[in-house]
């Protein structure tokens, strides 16, 4: 069974970096897609950023220029790199790993942005 687990998350002033850590226990084959959310109280679930087991990596438009998303070997890891952090990038950051026969989430990690 696979599950994933975040970590990295915190406090940050704005302008501020964090990295966000997925580590992945199981085996996930392939084709691939792995990516982070993030959501905000009251608000769905929004798409950030995802890169496939062909390391071809997408963004959405308020994350380009400022987040970098990177994998591990064999699928063991993804990784977020955030800088520049804004105060709108306060919200809990989940893990998600898409693969045949599997859709699985991580329990989310807490980022705060203060101004």
């Known amino acids: 069974q696979v599950h994933l687990v975040e970590s990295g998350g915190g406090l940050v002033q704005t302008g501020g970096s964090l990295y966000l850590t997925c580590a992945v226990t199981?085996?996930?084959?392939?084709?691939?897609?792995m990516g982070w959310y993030r959501q905000t109280p009251g608000k769905r679930r929004e798409l950030v950023a995802t890169?496939?087991?062909?390391?071809?990596?997408y963004y959405e438009d308020f994350v380009k220029g400022r987040f970098i998303i990177s994998r591990g070997d064999a699928g063991k890891a993804v990784y977020l790199q955030m800088t520049n952090l804004q105060p709108e990038d306060t919200a809990v950051y989940y893990c998600?790993?898409?693969?045949?026969?599997?859709?699985?989430w991580g329990q989310g990690t807490q980022v705060t942005v203060s101004s």
């Open positions: 199981g085996s996930i084959s392939s084709p691939n897609r």
């Open positions: 890169v496939t087991n062909d390391y071809i990596q």
């Open positions: 998600n790993v898409i693969f045949p026969g599997g859709n699985v």
